[in-house]
Nanobody
Framework: QVQLVESGGGLVQAGDSLRLSCAAS????????MGWFRQAPGKEREIVAA????????YYADSVKGRFAISGDNAKNMVILQMNSLKPEDTAIYYC?????????????????WGQGTQVTVSS
């Protein structure tokens, strides 16, 4: 089991940056690949970015490529999502998740553990 807690969300203007953090506790953090998902009102939860256990493999949704960056710190049991050049369409609840499945998991059902989410709102 692993417990996940997100932080760093907030209200920003278009073009601003935010840094989301996910703190993990419980089973060895390095046993899991990690992902960030988001869910906007009325929409399905979607993958934003994912990182392998070793940190060497990463995945980004097309909508965030070149603007977002995912990184992991196994020593601190944390995963970071750096979000730059934010757009109003990035507005959503952002969730951190842990997977014991694929090397880089990109679908919701590959993830067994989820945080409570943090709200990101980008105004135009």
């Amino acid at each position: 089991q692993v417990q996940l807690v997100e932080s760093g969300g907030g209200l920003v203007q278009a073009g601003d940056s935010l840094r989301l953090s996910c703190a993990a506790s419980g089973r060895t953090f390095s046993s899991y690949s990690m992902g960030w998902f988001r869910q906007a009102p009325g929409k399905e939860r979607e993958i934003v970015a994912a990182i392998s256990r070793s940190g060497t493999a990463k995945y980004y949704a097309d909508s965030v490529k070149g603007r977002f960056a995912i990184s992991g710190d196994n020593a601190k049991n944390m995963v970071i999502l750096q979000m730059n050049s934010l757009k109003p369409e990035d507005t959503a609840i952002y969730y951190c998740a842990a997977s014991s499945g694929p090397i880089v998991a990109v679908v919701v059902h590959d993830y067994a553990y989820w945080g409570q989410g943090t709200q990101v709102t980008v105004s135009s």
